[in-house]
């Protein structure tokens, strides 16, 4: 059985130990998580740490000042690994069991289990599917709309392989970076959104 | 009381097959973005309002009396006689509406759950560690802080939140806990605002408050502890956030820890003046 941790007499005052000063609300609260949270099955101790996007989205409440913003874009843009066969839609059957699976990342999760994109949480995407979320704008006709064309499918691969790449502080995880989607799922997933006898175009 | 306690276990049975029915795919017909309902909600609510006159969480709180009244742990005393949540020792009635507050004998801001458990261990003997080897309810088993906070909370119902923000501690604890709050890692780059920082937003079904303002702060807090219908047991807030902690693919927060007073002040803080409804039940 898994025990949790307990912090009940913590450092009542973190600032004595001189991690953080008064005052810097921030900083205070990077050393209280420090101290907080610990690994649990996959989602390990590390993951407070804040990467470079992260730490100047969060600083800058997700309004970075536009040269830092251009500079560290282009970083995530130049770290896109591009499909190897140069095909960026694969199988849109595929790829709407992907978007429906919320699986994976979370501590619930095995190692080697099948993640999912989780796109329907946050996204309307197929004309059949009307439990979606609306975090991220509606993705419904999405090839109709926008057109079928390479510069098209290139756009939607680095944008699920990376939201950052084209919009810093986006809301939207980075599925490809992160690990969390193979080359085979971003290629089904670019399908159904530009696959024009996907259902997300077709009905 | 027995006949009482025969017909909640019979509004609980009735929450399991509600569990069951929030279960399916909800059918209707295709909405656009913007004017979707959500039916599971509206079924919810006509539950719920069955459900008033038989709220489930007085199980919970009756349970909880037994225990705060009773001379338990190593020191065999009760936490009615030595245990002071902010309006002095054994002082029930309007407690948990102005929780988290600061405590000068353990020098620190403490919300409910932790002063409980504070008091249990201080006062009573209790092991820290063995109070946090199983924290949350599961299945039959509900953990005693559980019955406990429900039971303080049911002295507030009805009542005003006021949370103090005198002691320069409770002004920088709710400060910091804005700051974790908007705190963006991990690998899904989440922070708790990704999902709970805008007005209108869903994942899936599931429409998220904003706690950022005064009245989704107060949907945030209202009814916890709660009697969920997923799963028919009673959770505190301290489970809410580690579920959320969970979906935001962070690492799991050592139980009562700071981290998570900090972030009850701010969204308690933001539903000051509101009326807290008293512990009741979730979907």
């Known amino acids: 059985m898994k025990t949790h941790k307990i912090t009940l007499f913590c450092a009542a005052s973190l600032l004595a130990t001189g991690i953080a000063h008064a005052g810097d609300y921030r900083a205070q609260a990077i050393a209280l998580i420090k101290h907080d949270f610990h690994t649990r099955g996959i989602a390990t101790a590390d993951r407070i740490y804040e990467d470079g996007v992260q730490a100047v989205c969060n600083y800058s409440s997700d309004k970075p000042p536009a040269t830092i913003a251009a500079r560290l874009q282009k970083d995530q843009f130049d770290a896109i690994k591009w499909p190897s066969d140069g095909k960026y839609l694969g199988d849109w059957k595929s790829g709407e069991k992907i978007a429906q699976s919320g699986r994976g990342m979370a501590w619930n999760y095995k190692p080697n289990n099948v993640n999912g994109g989780s796109c329907y949480n946050c996204h309307q995407i197929g004309p059949k599917e009307t439990a979606f979320g609306t975090v991220g704008p509606s993705l419904y006709q999405f090839g109709k709309l926008r057109g079928y064309g390479e510069d098209m499918q290139k756009y939607v691969w680095s944008k699920i392989y990376n939201a950052k790449a084209t919009n810093l502080c986006s809301a939207m995880p980075r599925m490809g970076y992160s690990g969390t989607l193979t080359e085979k799922q971003i290629k089904d997933l670019a399908a159904l959104l530009l696959d024009p006898n996907s259902p997300v175009n077709k009905e | 009381m027995k006949k009482r306690i025969g017909a909640l276990m019979a509004v609980m049975a009735m929450s399991a097959a509600f569990a069951a029915h929030a279960q399916q795919p909800v059918k209707k017909a295709a909405p656009n973005a913007a004017g979707a309902t959500d039916a599971t909600t509206a079924d919810f609510e006509k539950f719920r309002d069955v459900l008033e006159e038989d709220n489930p969480a007085e199980l919970f709180e009756a349970r909880g009396e037994e225990l705060w009244k009773a001379k338990r742990g190593p020191h065999n005393v009760s936490l009615a006689e030595t245990c002071d949540l902010g309006l002095g020792v054994g002082k029930l009635k309007g407690a948990y509406v102005q929780l988290p507050r600061y405590f000068a004998d353990a020098d620190a801001v403490m919300d409910a759950e932790r002063r409980i458990a504070y008091c249990m261990v201080k006062h009573q003997g209790f092991k820290a560690e063995d109070l946090a080897k199983k924290p949350f309810s599961s299945g039959n088993y509900t953990p005693e802080l559980v019955s406990l906070t429900t039971y303080v909370a049911g002295h507030s119902r009805k ?125």
């Open chain 2, 159 to 283: 009542m005003k939140f006021a949370v103090p923000q005198k002691h320069p501690k409770e002004k920088e604890t709710y400060q910091i806990g804005k700051e974790i709050f908007a705190y963006r890692a991990g690998p899904w780059d989440f922070s708790c605002s990704t999902c709970h920082g805008q007005e209108g937003m869903r994942i899936r079904t599931q429409n998220l408050p904003n706690l950022s303002t005064s009245e989704g702060a107060l949907r945030a807090v209202q009814g916890w502890p709660g009697y969920r219908m997923t799963g028919g047991v009673m959770h505190t807030l301290q489970w809410r956030l580690n579920d959320c902690f969970r979906q935001q693919r962070f690492p799991e927060p050592n139980y009562v820890s700071p981290s998570l007073t900090a972030l009850l002040s701010y969204m308690t803080v933001n539903a000051n003046g509101q009326m807290y409804k008293g512990p009741g039940i979730k979907r």
